[in-house]
């Protein structure tokens, strides 16, 4: 079993509507939660973090964190074209020190 | 600059040769990441160091990997005798914090490292 797991998709989103992925992780020791969105050929790039169980918005983007179930989810609303790239979730465990897990990645196509 | 950079951006290297990457931190980031990204999958950590100090190489596929960050700023991830299964993508990230912090990291644009 894979430390962070994540369905590739590809995930189709009509534009407009809201896009969810999702994302499970297997330590429980597990802390603190990332999502980066790639664009093909480019760099991670931070979208959103989470620490405490529950929803945090920013924008257009909610994170939302179940450390009893170990999941964290990512809801896109509005769902726009320029959303369309893999999105990567990202978990930090203490005892693992600083360094970051990644899951696989979930490729999102958003279609006008 | 704002950002963290990362040179060359493209390296095509012929079965072993050694390589150079360089990355250049975010300044007054203390830590710094390495990461290797095959295609289609997500990074996958290879180094850490807290100012200079290399606190875990734990990723570091085998000894052909050597990295280093002298003073405690820039670093280079050296790749001895490269292989084909070298090629990916090597990312750097940098973080303002130290070990255990709830800080976030910020990649580089990457090099991509052609084998063959």
């Known amino acids: 079993q894979k430390e962070v797991e994540q369905n590739s998709g590809p995930l189709s989103v009509p534009e407009g509507a809201i896009a969810s992925l999702n994302c499970t992780y297997s330590d429980r020791g597990s802390q603190s939660f990332f999502w980066y969105r790639q664009y093909s050929g480019k760099s991670p790039e931070l979208i959103m973090f989470?620490?405490?169980?529950g929803d945090k918005e920013d924008g257009r983007f909610t994170a939302q964190l179940n450390k009893a179930s170990q999941y964290v989810s990512l809801l896109i609303r509005d769902s726009q074209p320029s959303d369309s790239a893999t999105y990567l979730c990202?978990?930090?465990?203490?005892?693992?020190?600083?360094?970051?897990?990644f899951g696989g990645g979930t490729r999102v196509l958003v279609k006008p | 600059g704002a950002g963290v950079s990362q040179s060359p951006r493209y390296k095509v290297a012929k079965r072993g040769q050694d390589v150079a990457l360089r990355c250049d931190p975010i300044?007054?980031?203390?830590?710094l990441f390495w990461y290797q990204q095959a295609l289609g999958q997500g990074p996958e950590f290879l180094t850490y160091?807290?100012?200079?100090?290399?606190?875990?190489k734990s990723g570091l596929p085998s000894d052909r990997f050597f990295a280093e960050r002298p003073e405690g700023s820039v670093s280079t991830l050296k790749i001895q005798r490269t292989q084909q299964e070298d090629s990916a993508v090597y990312l750097c990230?940098?973080?303002?914090?130290?070990?255990?912090?709830?800080?976030?990291?910020?990649f580089g644009p990457g090099t991509r490292l052609t084998v063959t």
């Open positions: 990202a978990v930090k465990r203490k005892a693992a020190g600083n360094k970051l897990t």
């Open positions: 989470i620490y405490s169980n």
């Open positions: 300044s007054g980031h203390v830590s």
């Open positions: 990230a940098s973080s303002f914090g130290l070990a255990g912090g709830p800080y976030e990291q910020y």
């Open positions: 160091f807290q100012n200079e100090a290399q606190l875990d």
